[in-house]
Structure formats: C-alpha cells, structure tokens
T-cell receptor, first 111, second 111 residues
Framework: QQKVQQSPESLIVPEGGMASLNCTFS?????YFWWYRQHSGEGPKALM?????GDKKEGRFTAHLNKASLHVSLHIKDSQPSDSALYFC???????????FGTGTSLLVDP | GGIITQTPKFLIGQEGQKLTLKCQQN?????MYWYRQDSGKGLRLIYY???????QKGDLSEGYDASREKKSSFSLTVTSAQKNEMAVFLC??????????FGSGTRLLVI
C-alpha cells in the first residue's frame, strides 16, 4: 500500500521568502506526482504536476522529482500572504486511477 | 467552465443515524471520488467510481456505502454515525489520470 509522507507539518516564512515543502513516497512504480493547495473553507485545487525526474518551473513555483530517492518537493519563491494554505502532495499508485495524498504541510506566510 | 457541488455544506447528525452526502459534477468526468479529511491525517479515499454504476472501495470504506446511479452524481452514506465524529468529506471528479477537481466539502459533526 502506497505511503506518502510530508514534511514539515507546518512552516512559517516571511513575505518574499522561499518556502520548501517535502514529500516522500513508498511505491517505486509511482508515475504521476501532483501538488495541491487548499485554502481554508475550500476544497484542494491542483497547483502543478511533475512526471519526469528533475525540475519543473511554473511562475514562482518549482517542483523537483527524484524517483530513485522516492522524493518530490515544492519550492515557492517570493512567498506571498495569499500562498498561506494547506499543501498536499499526491501520488498516482500503480493501480491507475487512485491518487494517494500525503498528510499535508500548513504554510503561513508572515507579512 | 464546470462546477462540482456538494450538499449539504454542513451536516449535524446524531449517534447511530444514517446520513447521506451528495455530489454533482457537470464536467462530464468519468471518475468520481469520496475522500475524508481529518486534521493531521490528510485525505483518505473512501470510495471511487470509474463509470456509472461502478463502485470501488478505498482504504477507508468500512462504515460507508456509496452510489453512482448517474454519471454526474455520486452519493456517500454514513451507515451509522459515530458520536463526537467530526470530519470534512470531499468529493472529486477526474478523467482518469488527470488532475482532480474537488468540491468545497461537507462538514460533518455528530453529537
């Protein structure tokens, strides 16, 4: 059974700073990796995906994947107060449709 | 653009009661999901359905039933509410391996 762990549980960064979120997974057959963001009172929204080893940049957000190390990370540059939210890593299992979500990292950007 | 609607937004039930949560989507997505979100435990899959009248158990299916009578709707039933239970139930839809679109959730409190 796929296990997805995130660290840290919570993170406070100053406005304009860099936030780094980490995620480890257990199934070496995992193929698709997503980051979701959830603001208070809302459902999670897909932020970005990464399918190949290396970096993928979308604006202020950079995802990094290392399948051999079973590790994926998200880095948020120039953090804004609106980035304050719960962030989930989600991993596609080798059974196709099911995404397994991590436990989440709560990010607070201090203005 | 489409929308995924969950009803009710808030649900207060009594111990032992059977409670039904509803989800409707107009994306024409094939696959729909029910997740439970507890503080500190991330999102855990209860049931999913890859097409009309299909049902697949997730990791947390015990104590729940689900129904997918139409492509656009997916219902979840808590068969016997547990006292002091408090959680958010999230419905999502997708086209197979694409990103999920989530509803805003049903917040359940059992007294």
């Amino acid at each position: 059974q796929q296990k997805v762990q995130q660290s840290p549980e919570s993170l406070i960064v100053p406005e304009g700073g860099m936030a780094s979120l980490n995620c480890t997974f257990s199934d070496r057959n995992s193929q698709y990796f997503w980051w979701y963001r959830q603001h208070s009172g809302e459902g999670p929204k897909a932020l970005m995906s990464i399918f190949s080893n290396g970096d993928k940049k979308e604006g202020r957000f950079t995802a990094h994947l290392n399948k051999a190390s079973l590790h994926v990370s998200l880095h948020i540059k120039d953090s804004q107060p609106s980035d304050s939210a719960l962030y989930f890593c989600a991993v596609n299992s080798n059974m196709g449709y099911k995404l397994t979500f991590g436990t989440g990292t709560s990010l607070l950007v201090d203005p | 653009g489409g929308i995924i609607t969950q009803t009710p937004k808030f649900l207060i039930g009594q111990e032992g009661q059977k409670l039904t949560l509803k989800c409707q989507q107009n994306f024409n997505h094939d696959t729909m999901y029910w997740y439970r979100q507890d503080s500190g435990k991330g999102l855990r899959l209860i049931y999913y359905s890859i097409t009309e009248n299909d049902l697949q158990k997730g990791d947390l299916s015990e104590g729940y039933d689900a129904s997918r009578e139409k492509k656009s709707s997916f219902s979840l039933t808590v068969t016997s509410a547990q006292k002091n239970e408090m959680a958010v139930f999230l419905c999502a839809s997708s086209t197979g391996d694409s990103d999920y679109t989530f509803g805003s959730g049903t917040r359940l409190l059992v007294i």
